[in-house]
């Protein structure tokens, strides 16, 4: 139990990864790593689902949903678990209008210019942007969007 809270005092850490932690060390065996996953739950130290409403917090605008549930599933996240805080978040609110502001972060960031490259390039960066998880209609919107606003900054 003290080697487990002094492990997540540092950070929060998912129940697969403390288990993996523990294992790895040779020094724990199964039953007693059980134990200690019980208590750690029980007394609301350990929480998957806490972890991934953080992690989703934390890369909300940032990153696509795609993308962190990815996130969470290498970090040993439970698919159950996952589904379940990705529905809370999406009936919370404006899950897609955050996308977008992710998915129009990262355009500007990947053009760098400040217009939009020629026909190839964004064909490059189409692909890209769903490499990253991203739903096709959303990235059309968005590119749809940055050529606007670039044609208009064009033409003021």
């Known amino acids: 139990r003290e080697r487990c809270l002094y492990l997540i005092t540092a950070s929060e850490k998912t ?24 208590f750690l739950k029980e007394y609301g130290y350990l929480d998957d689902r806490r972890y991934a409403r953080q992690l989703i917090a934390y890369y909300e605008g940032t990153k696509s949903l795609r993308e962190i549930e990815q996130k969470l599933c290498q970090r ?15 009936a919370e609110g404006d899950s897609e209008e955050t996308e977008l502001a992710a998915l ?30 991203f739903s096709y209609e959303l990235v059309e919107r968005a590119l749809r969007l940055e050529l606007e606003q670039d044609a208009s900054a064009n033409y003021e």
């Open 76 to 90: 040993g996240v439970s698919r159950q678990d996952i589904r379940e805080v990705l529905a809370e978040y999406r």
């Open 104 to 133: 129009r972060h990262l355009i500007r960031k990947k053009c760098r210019r400040q217009e939009m490259p020629d026909e190839a390039a964004r064909r490059r960066l189409f692909a890209a942007l769903l490499r990253k998880g």
């Open 15 to 38: 129940e697969s990864r403390l288990r993996e932690k523990l294992r790895r060390s040779g020094k724990y065996d199964a039953e007693i790593i059980d134990e200690t996953m019980n």
